[in-house]
């Protein structure tokens, strides 16, 4: 769903205590080659369901699936601020052309 975008989407899954997809939802659409994330919007619309876990996902429109110094930082905020409802965040996988890689969250 992800992987033939041609501008940047942030998306997050939300998962049950068995880690069953609850939902999949596009969060953020940003340009070409970036977009804004805010972890409180996460937080906003994640109590809309009634989660235990979350796995985030965004494409990287230029093919290239390796994450980035942003991307893993990005991952340690949300982590952490998802912590602190006492929600997992499983991984975060960025999908591009040449395939997808983890930010090594767990």
């Known amino acids: 769903m992800l992987q ?9 899954l939300f998962l049950d205590n068995q880690h069953r997809i609850l939902a999949y939802e596009e969060i953020f659409r940003g340009s070409l080659c970036s977009t804004i994330i805010y972890p409180r919007e996460i937080v906003k619309c994640r109590l809309s369901y009634i989660c235990s876990a979350n796995i985030a996902a965004h494409n990287n429109p230029s093919g290239n699936p390796a994450p980035s110094l942003s991307d893993k930082s990005f991952t ?8 602190l409802g006492d929600i997992h965040l499983l991984d975060h996988l960025i999908v591009g052309t ?3 890689c983890v930010t090594g969250s767990m």
């Open 4 to 12: 033939g975008r041609e501008h940047e989407v942030f998306s997050m």
């Open 98 to 100: 040449e395939g997808v």
């Open 76 to 83: 340690e905020v949300l982590k952490d601020t998802l912590s």
